[in-house]
Nanobody, 116 residues
């Protein structure tokens, strides 16, 4: 059974940091590109960051560039999102996505709330 399980979300003050994890199972993780996507309350999905299967290429949305860092550990079947200098507008459910065309898998998401 394919599973993507996100963790690490929570409530943090503006300017704080969180590290999200997404643990994968049920498929060959090292073959899949991974992305983080978020959905703020009442809004659509927003792509946040991407890392290729080997970890050598990463991309970020302009809204998080310089504050967020994506990484992966293929030995642990896990992708991470280090989030620094968090802002209230970063409040959202964060989901991880695994893609190796045509396969595409989603996790259930973890809530991140940035508020004082």
């Amino acid at each position: 059974e394919v599973q993507l399980v996100e963790s690490g979300g929570g409530l943090v003050q503006p300017g704080g940091s969180l590290r999200l994890s997404c643990a994968a199972s049920g498929f060959t993780f090292s073959r899949y590109a991974m992305s983080w996507v978020r959905q703020a309350p009442g809004k659509g999905l927003e792509w946040v960051s991407y890392i290729n299967s080997g970890g050598g290429s990463t991309y970020y949305a302009d809204s998080v560039k310089g504050r967020f860092t994506i990484s992966r550990d293929n030995a642990k079947n896990t992708v991470y999102l280090q989030m620094n200098s968090l802002k209230p507008e970063d409040t959202a459910v964060y989901l991880c996505n695994a893609t190796d065309y045509p396969s595409n898998y989603w996790g259930q998401g973890t809530q991140v709330t940035v508020s004082s």
